[in-house]
């Protein structure tokens, strides 16, 4: 079993749909990063969370830490949303290397 | 936010050739930095993990006498792929973390634009 398992691998979504991207980890943890990679391979750090909420434009990743599991949710998507998005999370202790979930990849459709 | 750079983007080369990235911290200092390879559609995986002024360490599996790293100073990290082969052929990426100044104490890792290398 992985440390960082994501749900689901990939993703078809209309415009305008609202996607809700899922992550299960079985370690304690530091933190937990919300990541997206665009075709061309350049990955954008979308947010750190160690507990709680937390929001930016269409953007919210959500975590329960007692549960292991974090939520990344788009709201109205659109077609540049499309993307891999990945879920890495710290373990408690490591110096600051990240496990990394394998990946969702959304589609958004116009 | 931070940014982080990789030079060059894409590089090409002969096998047998050695190859080496630069990945630069362009706002902040970066104690620590990463460097991650990832397969097509797969997820990144740590190669290695420096320090400035003191050796990389290395995840189990990956040669360090080939992928050499150094990490002089607290902008600037090198991965050098020495006598490439076309195995060798992935996209590798850095991210550098543990900033000083206003970054300090965070544990956010910033991500450069990844270099494709392919080896002919």
């Known amino acids: 079993k992985n440390e960082v398992e994501q749900s689901p691998q990939n993703l078809t979504a209309q415009e305008g749909e609202f996607i809700t991207i899922n992550c299960s980890y079985s370690v304690g943890i530091s933190a937990l990063h919300w990541l997206q990679q665009h075709p061309g391979g350049g990955i954008v750090s979308l947010f750190m969370?160690?507990?709680g909420k937390k929001k930016h434009g269409r953007l919210i990743a959500t975590i329960n830490i007692q549960e292991k599991h974090s939520s990344l949710h788009i709201t109205a998507s659109h077609p540049r949303d499309s993307a891999v998005y990945i879920c890495?999370?710290?373990?408690?202790?490591?110096?600051?290397?990240?496990?990394f979930g394998s990946g969702t990849q959304l589609t958004v459709l116009p | 936010g931070a940014v982080v750079s990789q030079h060059p983007s894409r590089v090409i080369c002969k096998s047998g050739t050695s190859v080496k990235i630069e990945c630069r911290s362009l706002?902040?200092?970066?104690?620590?930095m990463f460097w991650y390879r990832q397969f097509p559609k797969q997820s990144l995986m740590l190669m290695a993990t420096s320090n400035e002024g003191s050796k990389a360490t290395y995840e189990q599996g990956v040669e360090k006498d080939k992928f050499l790293i150094n990490h002089a100073s607290l902008t600037l990290s090198t991965l050098t792929v020495t006598s490439a082969h076309p195995e060798d052929s992935s996209f590798y990426i850095c991210s550098a973390g543990g900033g000083t100044g206003y970054l300090s104490g965070t544990d956010t890792q910033y991500f450069g634009p990844g270099t494709r290398l392919t080896v002919l």
């Open positions: 969370l160690s507990s």
């Open positions: 706002d902040f200092q970066a104690t620590t």
């Open positions: 890495a999370v710290r373990s408690s202790g490591s110096a600051r290397q990240l496990t």
